[in-house]
């Protein structure tokens, strides 16, 4: 794995206190959340809460999946400021979300349902082709590989997974308060490493959401794989864009909702 | 209870079908999500989740617990359209939030971060006093009652519960695909209704992050129960207002992160 949850940084759990049902006292270890406000040059964009382990990654990715960038968008740099909890990631050009959003701000102020529509206009225009398999031996590998990773899942909970793999090896591991970050990270590891996101699989321990495939297939990943359940609006999306949707992965078990040709 | 999970709306689930793992074909219900755009006069705020089915108190709740609105805002009406998937909650003033935010727009932008500001800033005002009590045999009564109650998460899966208790009784269950739009749902009620939060309980199904004890604290509910786990921040902010929160409420067990002298 390049990639795996990270137990040696301290910073991203912290030991506390509390007290059990018969009033004894109790030493936990927790996740840490902090909030980054992400800015788009001198657009600010949004406060999000995160563990912050790749403040980087998450925000190239955020702009990707909300349609603020694009793959080819030209990166100059991405600041991070600890002292400010604030990520500010600086285009060559002025991007065209921010030319809309001027003009949309002018009329009717925040946008927010409008960077919604953008992405669905955007995510009706993909649709995968059958040419990746999955094989089920692949399915079972990935879900027990991933579950007996150590992690800050297993250290603490109160965390969401999320894993991009290759046929039956995970080799990106990102964990994250929101299962939106964890994914959102992959997304900005997939631009800066420029990786090929056709071959791969994606695997996550939430819930699949309509959100979840509409970030799945504008990351151009054509498979995911949950051990959680689904949405109905998440499983019409995961067909009409031709996506293997896998849920509920536990164990031998699993249900597919979408995509079956592609399953051996 | 005088709001419980509504099974007999057919519009909040689906049947679809999927594969198992040895490919038979099997019958699912799955739950609704529709986008609903909010907007607060002419303002468009955000395009959010929801299964649906109070349009008027989640549009309420949001606003309330961003501190677009306050408790005191006097609200002229609330416009649902189903056809354009929107919601238009109307005062009889300009908000205050929206004199910031035009203010805001003109230098900045979207604002959002600045709207996480306004809630920290407002959050820090507010301390619990010790008059609220709760009995352990309660916790017990609620985790009981709540978990056999007929819900859209046993029937569906992929699905949030929160729940305003008062003593050992449930007195509202709401559901939704994300548990902010739950909680925001009993805000909304809380405003609609003119209920008093201060000897109330809350429950909830999903983690306990900074946003959930954030909400519940501007909504002035003393007590947070929930069955899932807590992170640090959640923690730290329950502690600096005085509240009390248990999380890990499974069975006969559970643990207090925060005013245990609550607790009795």
């Keep these: 794995m390049k990639i795996k949850p990270d137990l040696e940084n301290l910073s991203l759990t912290r030991k506390i206190f509390g007290f059990d049902e018969n009033f004894k006292r109790k030493k936990l270890d927790v996740i840490e959340e902090r909030p980054i406000t992400l800015f788009l040059n001198n657009q600010e964009i949004v406060t999000m809460m995160t563990i912050n382990d790749y403040p980087e990654y998450l925000a190239i990715g955020y702009l990707l999946n909300q349609n603020m960038i694009t793959k080819k968008t030209r990166i100059e740099e991405v600041e991070y400021h600890d002292d400010l909890n604030a990520v500010i990631v600086r285009t060559l050009k ?34 995968f082709n059958n040419y990746s398999k999955i094989k089920k031996s692949w399915i079972y590998d990935l879900s027990k590989k991933i579950n007996l990773t150590p992690s800050l899942y297993l250290k603490a909970g109160a965390i969401h997974g999320c894993v991009l793999c290759e046929k039956n090896r995970p080799l990106i591991y990102m964990e994250d308060v ?24 994606f695997y996550t321990t939430g819930r699949l959401t309509s959100e979840m495939v509409i970030k799945s297939v504008q990351m151009r990943i054509p498979i995911i794989i ?39």
């Design 94 to 127: 002025v991007t065209n979300y921010e030319q809309k959003l001027k003009k949309k701000i002018i009329t009717s102020g925040c946008a927010q349902g409008t960077v919604f529509g953008n992405v669905m206009e955007n995510f009706r225009k993909i649709k």
């Design 226 to 264: 949950s051990r959680s359940g689904f949405t109905a609006w998440g499983v019409e999306l995961a067909r009409k864009a031709n996506l293997t949707l896998i849920g509920r992965a536990k164990g031998k078990k699993f249900i597919i909702l979408s995509g079956e040709k592609r399953v051996e």
């Design 178 to 201: 929101g299962r939106h970050n964890a994914i959102d990270k992959i997304a900005g590891y997939l631009k800066v490493e420029k990786i090929s996101p056709s071959n791969k699989i």
